[in-house]
C-alpha cells in the first residue's frame, strides 16, 4: 500500500498542543510575574531607605549637645539592610562640611570614603552597582528653622530584592513541574476519552470491511461529536447494506435470466449442431481424402527417386562384378601356374598390373554406388524426419543434386546453386528437402515441358536469424487464370496428363507449417517464376 503523505497522529498534536501552550503561558507568566515582583521589591527597598534617611534626619541629632547619637546610632543593628549611615554638619563660615561619627554594619569590613560632595547625585535614591552587592544610597538634608544644617547618608543593600529573586524562580520551577505534570495527566485524559473511542469505531469499520458484514453497527459513543460522527458512519452502513442486497437481488434475477436464454441457446445450438454434423463429416472425410493425396504425392516423388537410384546404382554394381569375377579368374590361373610350378615372372608381372587395374574399377563403381545409396538414404530419412538440428545448406543441396542426377542427367537442363559452403542452419532438414525436390520437379514437368533448355537458379542466404531461399526459372511462367490460387490444393494446367495439383500445395504446407516459415512468388517477371522463401532459425 502507498505510503500516505501529511497524516499525523491526533494523540501526537494534543500533546504538542497543550504542552506547548502551557509553557508558552508559563514563560510569559514568569517574566512578567517575575519583573512585578522584583519591581515591587525595589519599591519596597527604595521605601526603606527614604524611610530612615528621612527618620534619622528627622531626628535633629546634629544640634543634640549630649553625647546621646552613638547610642542612636547604634540601634541601627536592629535594621539587617543598612549598612553605613554617615552624618555631615555644615559650618557656614568657612563653609564646610564636618562629618559626625558613622554607622558602619560589623559585617561589612570595608568602610567608604566621604560622600558630602555627592548630594547632588544621591539626592533621590541611586542604586550603586559598583559594590561587591548592590546598594541603594541616598543622601537626605536635616534642616532646622528651614535651614539646612546638614546632611544624612544613608546605604542599604538589596538582600531583600535578591531573596524575593530566589523564591519566586523556585516557585515558578515548582509550579512549571506541576503544569507539565498536569499536562501530561489531561493529555492521557484526552486521549483515552478522545482517541480510545475513535480507535473502537477505527476497528469496528475494519472488521465490517474485511468480514464484508455490513449488517453490523457501531455502539452509540460518550460524547456528542463522536456519537453524530457514528450515527452517520451507521446511516452509510444502512444506505451500503440496501444497495448490496439490492444489487444481489438484480444480480440473481440477471443470473436466472441469462439461465433461461442460456437453454434456449442451447437448445437451438444443439439443433444447429445435429444439422452441421453431416457437414462436419462430409468436410473431414474430404481432408482425409486430400491428406492421403498429400501423402501419397510425398511417395511418389520418393518412389521417382527409389526408380532413378536403383537404376543409377545398377550400373556400377554390374561393373564392380565383372571386374571382380576378371580378377578371381587370373587369380586361379596364376594359382595353378604356381601349383604346377609353371609360373613366370612375366606372367606375374601381367597378373599383378590386370589386379591392380581390376581393384581400381572395382574400387571406382563401389565408391560411385556407395555415395548414391548414402545420399538417397539420407534425403529419404530427412523426408521422413520431423526433428530439428544442425546441418550445412550447401550440403543438403548438393545431396538433393545427387539424389536426382538420375533423373536430370538425361535432361538439357542445368541447375546453379549460390550457397556459402560453410552456411550451416538449425532447423528441420526434412520439408527443406521436399521444398526443393518439389520446386524442381515442377519446373521440369511444367515450366520447361516442351522445351530442350532451361536454366534454374538457386541462391541462398541468411541475415537477422532468417534463412531466405531465392528460386527462379526460365520455364513458361505461371498461367493468368490461375496465378491468385497457385497454392490451392488440386490446381494445375496439366489435369488428366499427369499432373495431381498437389505439387505447390505441398510445399507452402512444409513451409508455412513444418518450418513456420513464409513463401511468395513474384507476379511482374514475363517469363519463368521467382519463388523467395523465408524461414526463421
Known amino acids: ?102 554607622y558602619n554594619k560589623n559585617t561589612i569590613n570595608a568602610r567608604i570614603l566621604n560622600q558630602s560632595d555627592k548630594f547632588s547625585e544621591l539626592s533621590s535614591p541611586t542604586f550603586n552597582l559598583q559594590t561587591q ?35 519566586m524562580y523556585f516557585r515558578l520551577s515548582i509550579i512549571i513541574i506541576i503544569l507539565i505534570l498536569t499536562s501530561l495527566l489531561v493529555v492521557i485524559s484526552l486521549n483515552r476519552f478522545i482517541t480510545g473511542p475513535m480507535s473502537e469505531v477505527s476497528n469496528k469499520i475494519q472488521e465490517i470491511s474485511k468480514h464484508k458484514k455490513f449488517n453490523l453497527r457501531i455502539d452509540p459513543m460518550p460524547f456528542k461529536e463522536l456519537d453524530i460522527l457514528v450515527r452517520n458512519i451507521n446511516i452509510l452502513l444502512n444506505r451500503a447494506e440496501t444497495q448490496l442486497t439490492k444489487l444481489s437481488e438484480d444480480k440473481q434475477l440477471t443470473f436466472q435470466q441469462n439461465q433461461d436464454l442460456e437453454d434456449k441457446i442451447n437448445t437451438r445450438t444443439q439443433a444447429l449442431k445435429d444439422s452441421n454434423n453431416e457437414l462436419l463429416s462430409t468436410l473431414e472425410k474430404l481432408h482425409q481424402f486430400q491428406g492421403q493425396l498429400v501423402e501419397s504425392e510425398k511417395m511418389a516423388s520418393l518412389g521417382d527417386m527409389v526408380a532413378g537410384v536403383a537404376h543409377e546404382v545398377n550400373t556400377p554394381i554390374g561393373l564392380g562384378v565383372t571386374a571382380s569375377t576378371l580378377l578371381s579368374d587370373r ?17 606375374l608381372k601381367k597378373f599383378l598390373i590386370e589386379g ?115 528460386y527462379q526459372d526460365d520455364g513458361r511462367g505461371i498461367e493468368p487464370s490461375i496465378m491468385n490460387k497457385i497454392f490451392e490444393p488440386f490446381t494445375t494446367t496439366k489435369r488428366g496428363s499427369g499432373g495431381s495439383g498437389l505439387g505447390l500445395h505441398l510445399v507452402y504446407n512444409l513451409v508455412t507449417q513444418a518450418l513456420g516459415g513464409k513463401i511468395s512468388f513474384s507476379r511482374e517477371i514475363e517469363t519463368g517464376v521467382h519463388f523467395k522463401i523465408s524461414i526463421p532459425t
Not at 538414404?377 to 520431423?386: G, I, L, Y
Request: net charge negative; proline share 3%; with cysteine.
Open 1 to 102: 500500500m502507498e505510503k500516505m503523505k501529511n497524516i499525523h497522529s491526533l494523540k501526537r498534536k494534543l500533546v504538542i498542543m497543550i504542552i506547548g501552550f502551557i509553557v508558552l503561558f508559563v514563560i510569559l507568566s514568569y517574566f512578567i510575574v517575575g519583573n512585578l515582583f522584583i519591581e515591587d521589591a525595589k519599591k519596597q527597598s527604595i521605601n526603606n531607605t527614604v524611610y530612615w534617611g528621612e527618620l534619622i534626619a528627622n531626628a535633629n541629632i546634629i544640634n543634640d549637645e549630649t553625647n546621646s547619637i552613638d547610642e542612636y546610632l547604634s540601634m541601627l543593628e536592629y535594621v539587617p539592610y543598612i549598612h553605613h549611615v554617615h552624618i555631615y554638619k555644615i559650618h557656614l563660615e568657612p563653609e564646610n562640611k564636618e562629618k559626625f561619627p558613622s
Open 133 to 167: 552587592t548592590q546598594t541603594i544610597e541616598l543622601m537626605v538634608p536635616i534642616t532646622h528653622l528651614e535651614k539646612t544644617v546638614g546632611y544624612v547618608y544613608i546605604q542599604t543593600n538589596t538582600e531583600n530584592i535578591q531573596k524575593v529573586t530566589r523564591n
Open 331 to 347: 587369380l586361379l590361373e596364376i594359382k595353378q601356374a604356381f601349383d604346377n610350378k609353371t609360373l613366370k615372372s612375366s606372367h
Open 356 to 470: 591392380e587395374e581390376n581393384t581400381a574399377i572395382i574400387y571406382r563403381n563401389l565408391k560411385r554406388a556407395a555415395e548414391l545409396i548414402t545420399s538417397f538414404k539420407k534425403v529419404a530419412v530427412d523426408q521422413t524426419s520431423e526433428k530439428a538440428c544442425t546441418f550445412n545448406i550447401k550440403d543438403l543441396l548438393d545431396e538433393v543434386l545427387l539424389t536426382l542426377a538420375p533423373q536430370m542427367n538425361p535432361l538439357p537442363y542445368i541447375i546453379n546453386i549460390d550457397c556459402q559452403s560453410e552456411l550451416s542452419i538449425t532447423s528441420k532438414p526434412g520439408p527443406i528437402n521436399q521444398i526443393i525436390i518439389n520446386l524442381i520437379l515442377n519446373s521440369i514437368t511444367h515450366g520447361f515441358d516442351e522445351r530442350d533448355h532451361g536454366v534454374i537458379t538457386i541462391q541462398v542466404s541468411i541475415a537477422s536469424d532468417m534463412l531466405t531461399i531465392d
